[in-house]
């Protein structure tokens, strides 16, 4: 048994599904859940499902005699989060979290405490769902997926070891990296394009008003506007809380944009054909990769 | 029987589809195909599996006696298809193609034909597959999609309407609308969404080369980008066919990114939130009229 019990802060899709293979990989004899009053319905739900044991909607009796605590909130909310956690942080626990982006874990822990604490290790588990919310939350959410750990140089190794354990029996492949090379990958490969989706749709949808373009688009766009749906809150949070990265890829795409209108303005057939040949077999290089 | 013998430009996965639905839906006696010396191979695999009754390598005894003839190579192959069925044009047939832009068609033909012909009908079907080729080609490809035809003044009314017919026959739904409104809505939700998908893992690629981003994407950038790995010939062909119409829209996407890079440059929290929630609003009014 890694944790006699287990505190999960947040017990919605990421924080049950953390729960859920938890329990089913048998990692923590008792795991509690925390919310606010206004969660608490959801934490009733995940009760009633067996997702957690017991819920409390005050956080020193959540964290009671825990010795592992997985925060599982909204990027936006983690700062808070600490405030509330600090006056019961104990040496006999370990915390981690599991939020998209890195960099603002770091800065808001060190806000909140003065230094990051040794005993806090930050992860971000590459997965999600097209649902959200505790009826959603899966066991087997993190298999095969990749989560990435964020360890300073005061985390304790042994800490740090045990959350990687922690992840690798519920069946993610782990990877360790710093929090500033986790928010540029993953602000290329994921905040990026939700942005774009986002910015694409907005200005599509306001031409659709007008004149009815979405009566003739396809699978292709149905396909390339997917993560358009994605709960706004969420990225509006991923995006603020990653701008530093964020910003200067949006002025990369832009580039990358003028030189294609160039190409299209100079009817530079050959250029045009090598940029979306590359781009194919790029994303033949990424689908290979994801198979594995 | 709509027409005594039908004969397909092209014998693709588009032209196959026309020929497959229009012998299962029982609008042509006779199908013949035509394609150049190289694709010899492929019009054998054509005939083989039925698609098309037989095949020319010759352009005019591919014509003979032909009422129906419909143009489906790539967009820019449409003038010198034009200039080879020159010819031959008999005012016994009628003509249509399904290139997926069509001022160019019109351009096309006004050069080779001086004006451009009334026999001449427009077309495009919004269909595809991630397949290409005859092996592929459905007779069902066209069932529940849409078509848009866009004729000219001088079109005779009989041959739009036969064409009309023709696709209706074969389950899509027709529009009417004009060929710069056509190449303006399909520049918007198809041209544009191909070149945006392309650009980025243009760009994405070159610094996968570098440091392997595309380990940590995950299923939200395999939907983004899955039109990236469209046909880079097509596609190049397409987007130098339409960029009157691209090179604005490139235009209010750079605008658009710029607003959303000003945003999160102000934290301005509330605004990038109104953004993101109306693009999720538009899609789902794009979803709503995808399965009407």
Redesign the interface.
């Known amino acids: 048994m890694m944790f006699d019990r287990l505190c999960i802060i947040g017990v919605g899709l990421i924080g049950g599904s953390v729960a859920r293979a938890a329990r089913s990989q048998g990692l923590a004899r008792c795991i509690v859940g925390y919310g606010r009053e206004q969660e608490k319905p959801n934490l009733e739900t995940a009760k009633r499902l067996g997702v957690i044991d017991e819920y409390f909607l005050d956080i020193g009796p959540a964290l009671r005699e825990a010795d592992g605590v997985v925060i599982a909130v909204p990027v936006g909310a983690i700062e808070s989060v600490f405030e509330q956690l600090k006056p019961y942080w104990s040496d006999n626990c370990i915390y981690s979290d599991v939020g998209s982006t890195k960099s603002n874990v770091i800065v808001a822990a060190g806000r909140v405490f003065g230094t990051v604490p040794a005993n806090l290790v930050p992860a971000h588990p ?3 769902a097209e649902n959200s919310g505790v009826e959603a939350a899966l066991p087997d959410l993190f298999q095969r ?2 989560l ?1 750990v964020t360890p300073l140089p005061q985390t304790e190794p042994s800490a740090l070891n045990k959350i990687q354990v922690f992840w690798e029996r519920m069946g993610a492949q782990v ?1 360790v990296m710093s929090a500033d090379h986790h928010d540029a ?2 602000a ?3 905040h ?17 008003e007008q ?1 009815e ?18 709960d ?2 969420m ?2 949070d991923i ?2 809380a990653n ?1 530093e990265q ?2 200067p890829l ?1 002025h ?3 580039t ?2 003028d030189k ?2 160039q190409l ?2 100079d ?1 530079d ?1 050959r250029r ?2 090598e ?13 290979d ?2 198979e594995n």
């Open positions: 590459i997965a999600g997926r990749r990435i990877s990958v993953l290329a490969t994921s990026l394009p939700h942005l774009l989706a986002f910015a694409l749709v907005d200005m599509l949808g306001r031409q659709d004149c373009i979405f009566k003739y688009a396809a699978g292709g766009f149905r396909d390339f506007t997917r993560i358009a749906s994605s706004p809150t990225w509006r995006c603020a701008k964020l910003i949006l990369q795409l832009k990358e944009l294609i209108e299209l303005a009817n057939g045009l054909f940029t979306f040949s590359y781009a194919r077999n790029a994303r033949q290089r990424f689908l990769q994801l």
